[in-house]
């Protein structure tokens, strides 16, 4: 995946570091900020987590990257694609994208609440299989 070619598209600057969070996400998939914190600091030590949040917040706002938040727990990023819901384990806090038809829901929420709807966030808590 051409990602320089993608953040220029956005007219974001591309830096070291924002790649390195590009590609962490890309070969991790969810990723928290302590995490990105720690794989961008054995490649940039002067790297600070302040540094990391910057450039994710700029990411998240033109939609490159997505947060997920998660309840009792800390938010991870993912690269933007299309809408998933996603499991996670209470166990070992793997988190993974599961691809659900949730129309259904969706029509049935905007029915009940009589709201318009236009964005939702599934997420399951359970049991992975490597940790039952
Ligand atoms: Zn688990
Ligand atoms: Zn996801």
Do not use: W
């Amino acid at each position: 995946m051409n990602y320089v070619a993608l953040l220029k598209e956005k007219n974001l600057k591309v830096t070291p570091q924002r790649l390195t969070i590009v590609e962490e996400l890309y070969v991790n998939g969810h990723m928290n900020i302590d995490q990105l914190y720690h794989s961008l600091k054995s490649k940039f030590p002067s790297v600070s987590l302040a540094t990391i949040y910057k450039n994710i917040n700029a990411m998240t706002d033109i939609f490159f990257l997505s947060e997920v938040k998660i309840p009792h727990q800390k938010s991870v990023y993912e690269l933007t694609k299309e809408e998933h819901s996603h499991v996670v384990c209470t166990q070992c806090q793997t988190i993974m994208d599961i691809d659900l038809d949730i129309s259904q829901v969706l029509s049935d929420a905007k029915q009940l609440s009589s709201y318009s709807l236009d964005e939702s966030a599934i997420i399951f808590n359970g049991i992975c299989p490597k940790c039952k």
